[in-house]
Every structure is written in structure tokens, then in C-alpha cells.
């Protein structure tokens, strides 16, 4: 009887020690639950981000970035296209040009083989630190126009021709991509238009420079001292590269802490879920990434529009003095009358990338704007009275510049990695950069007064850019239908989940 009751007693013992531990192991999973849910409610707080720390944010990029990066746009196509000034101001003679025009037209196509050979140098904006690159560029491009000044031969301008184009080529084309480090895809149109938006205003400003230099009496050329005065600046705006450009926003010192983890939150929306490649973008490249923007069709369509707008848009800043001063207007007055077109192009590109943003329809505006540059060339072409040809110029001016500055953002927008966008960008001015080959061609010295060649032939590029902006904006919806499909319907195309809005995840879909 006394054994029974001891086995009842160890049995019941048991019982009560068993129950204790699984209490105890209960409480010490739930334990472990509630750290790692705590531990997970961190992270994902972590990548929220507060709408008044982003904008402060924003404004602190947009401070720091964008005017320095204007500046030096400025010059660099100030740089390259006021050999259009010069020519007119006595450089033609001073040099012996051929009457026919043939060795001025080779001056402007040197300089793009020279940008075409060396577009790759795109990508070395992730290779090398960017305040190194951009600052070595500028001062490369800097110093060789300031060297035109002092050229005594035709062969000595086309040397330092084709060396402005290659160090210009390792500058520009590069910016936007550098710019997408900082910036998402819904805010990166407007910058970019912020950033190239100093073309048309470089081109109005070295008008009514080359007015100022031209009409005065030097004991220099005007057109040396016009080489000079604009090929200096941009020296001197190296150092400032140099120091102030930030690399990432996670090596920029005017970020607090604060920034910069919002910083981090906004480049996992960017680049996805991996933190460790959010904050590591400068320093290598992802080859597969740089083969699927090979095989990528969609970039082979946005190259072409480049080709077709570069053909307008190269041929417009170097020859307009020269169909000006055709129009009966003398060397100095068609100086001065170069500017106003150009300032009217760089408020529609604000406007127009604005826009193209808010909207997400950068297809539609850059069809529209084809057709507004298309009209003005038509014009052109089609009559030969003085103030309706001028007013033909403002029509090609403000479709062309903003055309080709919205195919810019729209390659970066639908890429899905920094190396495809890199390598999206190099595709699309390899291709591009060889419109300027013909734009610099089609204006020869027998086409005077008119110009009717030149003018026909801009007309059909500007018309072919609007038909393939409708082909490609027709081929992305019918890929965001197919996405739908697959995933389900996105209602923000921007998302803010770091499981795939960009790399090709489930919340991607192409900006139309």
C-alpha cells in the first residue's frame, strides 16, 4: 500500500516538474518570439521613413548636388558649342577655312568621334570615387578650351577638338547616372532636367557672352579672347568638384546621422532588400547586369530616339549664328539674337521633366515635344520670310532641348540595377552620340542662305523620335500588363516595400 502511494507521489511529481519545464520552455519561446518580433519591428522602422526627415533630406541633396553639377554643365557645353561664336567673330579666317565649309563642318564632327569613342567612361562613375572623376574630367575639358585660344592651324584645332570631346565624354553622359545614387525614380526626371537644362542656357548665355566679347576692340582676336574667357571657369570649377562633390550620401559630411539613415531607407527602396549593396554603390561593377542591358531591346529603342533628337539637337547651337548672320542679320546682332530661343528651351525642360514626373508619361511629353521641334523645322525649311523663320527657331528650340533631356531619365527609370543603368546610359550615347555625326554634316556653305537640307532633314529625325516614343511607351504598357498578371495590380509603380520595386522584383513595373 505505502509503495503504491510513493509511486502515486514520484508520478504525481513528475507530472507537476514536466508541466514547470514546458511552462517554462513556453515562456522562454514566447520570450524569443517577442525579441525577434521587437527585433523585426526594429528593422522595419528602421526603413520607414519620415516624410519631413526626407524632404529635409531632399533639400539638402538638391542644395548641394544640383547647382554645383549646373555650374559645371554650364561650361562644359558652353566648352563645346561656342565654336560657333568663334567662328563667326574671325576664327574661319584667322584659320583659312575652305570656302565650301567643309573644314569648319569637320571641327564639330572631330569632337563627336572623339565623345562616341570614350561614351564607356559612363560607367567609371561607380568605378572611381566621383569627386575624383568629375574633377579630373572638368579639368581636362577646362583646360583644352581654354587652349583653343592660342590654336595657329586647322590641324591644331581638330587635335584639341577631338580631346575636349573625349574628356567631355567621361563628364556629361555620366551625370545622370550619378545622380540616381541619390534620387528615386519618380525624382530623378526633374533633376536631370535641373542638371541639363544649363544646354540651352549655356547656348543662350555663350550668345550674349560672345555678343559682349565680339563687339568690343582688344588687342586680341575677339574669337581667342571668347575661347579664353570661356575655357577658364571651368578650371577653377575643378577644385570645386573636387572638395565638394559628395560620393554617396553615405560618405557626404554635410549629412547628419539622421540623413543618412534615412539615406539608407530610400536606397533599399532603390536598389531592393540587400542594405549591404544599397550602401555600397561606388566601387565595382555587376557584370550579368552589364550583359542584360546588352540583350535589353528597350535600350536599343531609347539609343535610336538619342540618335534621332542628337541630330537636331547638335547641329542647332553651332549653326543658328551662322542662319541668323544668313538672314540678313550682322555678326554681332545674330550673337545677341541666339539667346532669347534658348532661354524660352530652359524653362520648358523644367517644366516639361516637372511634369513628365508627376505624371509618369515622359513617352507622351516626348512625343509632343518631337512634334513642336518638328514644326519649327518644317518652317524653316518651307519659307524664307526673315520673322517667321526666327519665330521657327523659338518652336525648334523648345522641342527639341526638352525632348532629348526627357529620353535621359526615362533609360534610368526603367533599369533594374545601378550597373543596368550605367550600362543603359553608355548603350544609349554610343548609339546616340553618332547623330551628331550627321547633324554637323547637313549644314554645308553651298546651302546658304536657307539651309533647306539641314532644315528637311531635322524635320524627318524630330518626327521619327515622336513615332518611336509612342513604339516604346506602347511596348512597356503591354510589359506592366504582363507583370500585373503575374504579380497582381500595383497601385504605386514607386511602392515603398524593399522587396523588389527595382531588380526586377515583384513591385516593379516600367515607368511609361
Known amino acids: 500500500m505505502s509503495n503504491t502511494v510513493d509511486h502515486s507521489h514520484k508520478a504525481a511529481d513528475f507530472t507537476v516538474e514536466n508541466s514547470a519545464l514546458e511552462d517554462s520552455s513556453s515562456v522562454q519561446d514566447s520570450e524569443k518570439q517577442a525579441a525577434g518580433t521587437n527585433a523585426s519591428r526594429h528593422e522595419d522602422e528602421k526603413l520607414l521613413i519620415d516624410t519631413a526627415a526626407?524632404?529635409?533630406?531632399?533639400?539638402?541633396?538638391?542644395?548641394?548636388?544640383?547647382?554645383?553639377?549646373?555650374?559645371?554643365?554650364?561650361?562644359?557645353?558652353?566648352?563645346?558649342?561656342?565654336?560657333g561664336n568663334a567662328k563667326i567673330a574671325g576664327m574661319s579666317k584667322a584659320l583659312k577655312f575652305d570656302a565650301k565649309g567643309n573644314d569648319y563642318a569637320w571641327l564639330l564632327t572631330i569632337f563627336y568621334i572623339g565623345y562616341i569613342v570614350f561614351e564607356w567612361l559612363a560607367l567609371m562613375w561607380k568605378?572611381?570615387?566621383?569627386?575624383?572623376?568629375?574633377?579630373?574630367?572638368?579639368?581636362?575639358?577646362?583646360?583644352?578650351?581654354?587652349?583653343?585660344?592660342v590654336t595657329t592651324s586647322w590641324s591644331g584645332m581638330m587635335a584639341l577638338r577631338f580631346l575636349l570631346g573625349s574628356f567631355e565624354a567621361g563628364f556629361g553622359p555620366g551625370v545622370?547616372?550619378?545622380?540616381?545614387?541619390?534620387?528615386?525614380?519618380?525624382?530623378?526626371?526633374?533633376?536631370?532636367?535641373?542638371?541639363?537644362?544649363?544646354?540651352?542656357?549655356?547656348?543662350c548665355?555663350?550668345?550674349?557672352?560672345?555678343?559682349?566679347?565680339?563687339?568690343?576692340?582688344?588687342?586680341?582676336?575677339?574669337?581667342?579672347?571668347?575661347?579664353?574667357?570661356?575655357?577658364?571657369?571651368?578650371?577653377a570649377l575643378a577644385a570645386v568638384a573636387f572638395f565638394y562633390l559628395p560620393d554617396s550620401t553615405f560618405k557626404a559630411k554635410f549629412l547628419s546621422p539622421e540623413d543618412k539613415e534615412v539615406a539608407e531607407a530610400r536606397a533599399v527602396r532603390q536598389v531592393g532588400g540587400d542594405v549591404s549593396g544599397a550602401t555600397n554603390r561606388v566601387g565595382s561593377v555587376v557584370w550579368k547586369d552589364i550583359g542584360a542591358a546588352l540583350f535589353d531591346y528597350k535600350n536599343y529603342l531609347t539609343a535610336m530616339m538619342y540618335f534621332s533628337c542628337n541630330v537636331s539637337f547638335s547641329s542647332l547651337p553651332v549653326f543658328l549664328p551662322t542662319v541668323l548672320t544668313e538672314m540678313g542679320y550682322t555678326a554681332v546682332n545674330a550673337q545677341g539674337l541666339s539667346a532669347p530661343p534658348y532661354f524660352l528651351s530652359f524653362l520648358?525642360?523644367?517644366?516639361?521633366?516637372?511634369?513628365?514626373?508627376?505624371?509618369?508619361?515622359?513617352?507622351?511629353?516626348?512625343?509632343?515635344?518631337?512634334?513642336?521641334?518638328?514644326?519649327?523645322?518644317?518652317?524653316?525649311?518651307?519659307?524664307?520670310?526673315?520673322?517667321?523663320?526666327?519665330?521657327?527657331?523659338?518652336?525648334?528650340?523648345?522641342?527639341?532641348?526638352?525632348a532629348i533631356i526627357n529620353i535621359l531619365p526615362w533609360i534610368l527609370n526603367n533599369q533594374g540595377s545601378d550597373t543596368k543603368r550605367g550600362a543603359g546610359i553608355a548603350i544609349t550615347n554610343l548609339v546616340?552620340?553618332?547623330?551628331?555625326?550627321?547633324?554637323?554634316?547637313?549644314?554645308?556653305?553651298?546651302?546658304?542662305?536657307?539651309?533647306?537640307?539641314?532644315?528637311?532633314?531635322?524635320?524627318a529625325f524630330m518626327l521619327f523620335n515622336g513615332f518611336l516614343a509612342i513604339v516604346l511607351r506602347t511596348l512597356l504598357a503591354r510589359e506592366n500588363k504582363k507583370r500585373d498578371a503575374k504579380y497582381g495590380v500595383?497601385?504605386?509603380?514607386?511602392?515603398?516595400?524593399?522587396?523588389?520595386?527595382?531588380?526586377?522584383?515583384?513591385?516593379?513595373?516600367?515607368?511609361?
Open 176 to 203: 545622370p547616372y550619378y545622380l540616381t545614387f541619390f534620387y528615386l525614380r519618380q525624382e530623378i526626371g526633374l533633376r536631370i532636367g535641373l542638371f541639363l537644362s544649363a544646354g540651352p542656357l549655356a547656348t
Open 432 to 459: 546616340g552620340q553618332c547623330g551628331p555625326l550627321l547633324g554637323t554634316r547637313i549644314y554645308p556653305a553651298t546651302g546658304a542662305p536657307y539651309y533647306r537640307e539641314g532644315m528637311w532633314t531635322c524635320a
Open 490 to 512: 500595383v497601385e504605386k509603380s514607386e511602392g515603398t516595400s524593399s522587396a523588389g520595386v527595382e531588380n526586377d522584383g515583384p513591385n516593379f513595373r516600367y515607368i511609361l
Open 54 to 83: 526626407e524632404k529635409a533630406l531632399l533639400w539638402k541633396l538638391d542644395t548641394r548636388l544640383i547647382p554645383l553639377l549646373f555650374a559645371l554643365y554650364l561650361m562644359s557645353y558652353m566648352d563645346r558649342s561656342n565654336v
Open 205 to 235: 548665355f555663350a550668345g550674349a557672352l560672345a555678343y559682349g566679347i565680339t563687339s568690343g576692340h582688344v588687342s586680341i582676336a575677339n574669337w581667342r579672347l571668347l575661347f579664353l574667357v570661356e575655357g577658364l571657369p571651368s578650371v
Open 127 to 149: 568605378v572611381v570615387p566621383p569627386h575624383i572623376w568629375a574633377a579630373t574630367m572638368v579639368l581636362g575639358f577646362g583646360g583644352i578650351a581654354a587652349l583653343q585660344s
Open 348 to 402: 520648358v525642360v523644367i517644366a516639361s521633366t516637372f511634369i513628365a514626373d508627376k505624371t509618369g508619361q515622359r513617352g507622351i511629353i516626348i512625343m509632343i515635344l518631337s512634334l513642336i521641334g518638328a514644326v519649327g523645322y518644317i518652317i524653316l525649311g518651307a519659307t524664307s520670310k526673315t520673322a517667321v523663320r526666327y519665330f521657327a527657331v523659338y518652336l525648334a528650340s523648345i522641342g527639341i532641348f526638352p
